[in-house]
């Protein structure tokens, strides 16, 4: 991990949804992976100002077009590129976003000492359209550290706002 990845001690990491939270559902595009430019400067402003690790936790991590478009897109901005991604567990439900929450808390536990004692995290944020908090499966590590975007609106600086104060909790 770099120096800037910690800020005043800190090394926090951002789970980061795509649709609905740096595009909106309203977003009438002609491209297959859209990225909306006024949530993107909202979501620069988020990782300048705490320098955390990027996760994928979108379904665009599953496509290799959609991931170099996204760290393509971030080299434009300044911002870092993905650091890493979730895993994909495979549902027998034919709706697979119901295993996000779960995906989510596996990288947190292989990853990190936030549950075991390997990369020392202080905290982490889960930006997400789908509320998350509603999903039944591990339902308590997530108290706190998600903020539930309105996918009409994505990103906004009030949103950006509560993922800093969760990121710099002490
Ligand atoms: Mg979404």
């Known amino acids: 991990m770099g120096t800037s990845n910690t800020k005043k001690g800190r090394s926090t990491v951002i789970f980061l949804d795509i649709d609905g939270v740096l595009n909106k559902h309203t977003d009438i595009s002609e491209q297959k992976y859209f990225i909306n430019e006024t949530l993107l400067e909202n979501f620069k402003q988020l990782v300048d100002r705490t ?3 990027i996760v994928l936790s979108s379904t665009w991590r599953l496509s290799k077009p959609a991931v170099e478009i996204l ?3 971030f080299d434009e901005y300044g911002i870092p ?3 890493s991604k979730t895993s994909n567990i495979q ?4 709706c697979n976003f119901s295993e996000r929450p779960e995906e989510i808390y596996l990288w947190l536990k292989i990853n990190t000492d936030y549950f075991d004692k390997k990369i020392k995290i202080t905290n982490f944020v889960i930006l997400d359209d789908m509320d ?5 499966s591990f339902a308590e590590y997530r108290q706190g550290h998600f903020v539930k975007i309105d996918p009409v609106d994505g990103l906004t600086k009030e949103k950006v706002a509560e993922a800093i104060k969760i990121l710099e909790y002490v």
Request: proline share 0%; net charge positive.
């Open 71 to 73: 760290n393509k897109t």
């Open 81 to 83: 590129r993905i650091s």
């Open 51 to 53: 320098g955390s690790k």
């Open 132 to 136: 998350l908090i509603k999903e039944k």
């Open 91 to 94: 549902s027998s439900s034919s």
